[in-house]
């Protein structure tokens, strides 16, 4: 196990992953009040938006308004996702703290979801890269890797073939990388060798898992890459988001049940576990009135054998 910090950051990432593969678009007005809502809850990394076009994502139009109110919260760290090099010019002209930028490990899926090889991507992500140092911007460039567990298209995805894409990235300019279980193929045993394996490659720069809970066992996912060293984790409140090349399934672990996960350990998280759920109930009956949510710790609430959750 990796001797990392004891506490644990959870970056909320509702606004666009939960966001994009809604059909509906979500009023600015309701994207600030759910904003400041997460960051009262404790949260300090809020993933606002996308720079993708209008005409692709509309639900996301209006990422460079979210940034601009998102800069306003005190200790927040704004970050975006970007898809290209256009997307992370506009990331950077919105000032954003960091930008996201996606890889998938499996080729079937990278064609299909960004229509480039992976390691065309790559080469994106260098001239990001160049892009960013040129331009005297501070906003970090952390890589997703996703499909890193499986895919629903390809099928299995070799682990060799993700440790060459953690290592190409790196060199490529990336200061950050994350592991994604995109569309819910993960098993702890799975996690938890893959992230040791790319632990061992990437370091410190191994910065962050993402799972989602489409089997039932994202939570089980989570403690797998915390036991092999991973201290930053993406959620979503209510458990919203999905992949589109994943149809049915569930979305991300519920950053309420992620928040219970660890104070059930002992581990700090900073997020208030009241604040959090009543968030979960603004999106339920005011922001997404009828959209299905997940999780389960709202259900019941906090058991008494254990203290509030910090």
Known sequence: MNSYSPAVVVREVGLR?????????????????WLRAAHAAGLRE?????????????????TALIVEAARKLPGLVTSVLVPNVKGA????????????????ASRAHSLANLRKTPDEVVEEIARIRSLRDATG???????GLSTAFGCTIQGRVDEDEVIRLVKAVIDAGAERVGLA???????????????????????DRLTCGHFHDTRGLGLANVYAAWRAGARRFDACVGGIGGCPHAPGA??????????????????????DFHALIA???????????GETLHGNIWRAGLPKTMKEAA
């Open 17 to 33: 992953d939960g966001l994009q593969i809604l059909p509906r678009t979500v009023p600015t007005e309701h994207k600030l009040g």
């Open 46 to 62: 809020i993933e606002v938006g996308s720079f993708v076009p209008a005409r692709l994502m509309p639900q996301l139009a209006d």
């Open 250 to 271: 569930s979305g991300n672990v519920a950053t309420e049940d992620v928040a219970y996960l660890f104070a059930s350990m002992g581990v700090a998280t900073g997020l």
């Open 137 to 143: 911007s501070s906003c970090v460039l952390e890589v």
């Open 89 to 104: 010019q506009a990331a950077i002209e919105a000032q954003a703290d960091a930008m996201l930028l996606p890889l998938s």
């Open 181 to 203: 279980d995109t569309v819910g193929y993960a098993d702890p045993l799975q996690v938890e060798r893959l992230f040791e394996r790319c632990f061992a490659v990437a370091g």
């Open 279 to 289: 968030l979960r109930d603004s999106l339920a009956t005011r922001w997404l009135p």
